[in-house]
Nanobody, 125 residues
Framework: VQLQASGGGLVQAGGSLRLFCVASGRTLSTYTTAWFRRVPGKEREFVAA????????YYLDSVKGRFTISRDNAKNTVLLQMNSLKPEDTAVYYC???????????????????WGQGTQVTVSS
């Protein structure tokens, strides 16, 4: 499956952005899908995920209540709605998909088989 991420940009603190991850080649609903982010000099950080079978969602504590991951099956797309953005949310955001990962590894980058190219999110103070 190929993943194409988009939707990043520059926004002021308190603003909103919506990220898109369009999949081609396979039906995304059969995959666990996630968003990670990375800032220079740091490890890739789990942000949010949706488990393939149950559709249950999981979030990094610092984004709970502000970010929402969802899936549009008709468009084979995973979205990340980001509200009340903070400067510390500034990062390159990556979407990822994995078909065989287990729930206990949902926050681990190494559990995912496919990655999008990343989209820059910059939040100014």
């Amino acid at each position: 499956v190929q993943l194409q991420a988009s939707g990043g940009g520059l926004v002021q603190a308190g603003g909103s952005l919506r990220l898109f991850c369009v999949a081609s080649g396979r039906t995304l609903s059969t995959y666990t899908t996630a968003w990670f982010r990375r800032v220079p000099g740091k490890e890739r950080e789990f942000v949010a995920a949706m488990f393939r079978s149950s559709g249950s969602t999981y979030y990094l504590d610092s984004v709970k209540g502000r970010f929402t991951i969802s899936r549009d099956n008709a468009k084979n797309t995973v979205l990340l709605q980001m509200n009340s953005l903070k400067p510390e949310d500034t990062a390159v955001y990556y979407c990822a998909a994995g078909q065989r990962l287990i729930l206990s590894s949902i926050r681990e980058p190494r559990a995912y088989d496919y990655w999008g190219q990343g989209t820059q999110v910059t939040v100014s103070s």
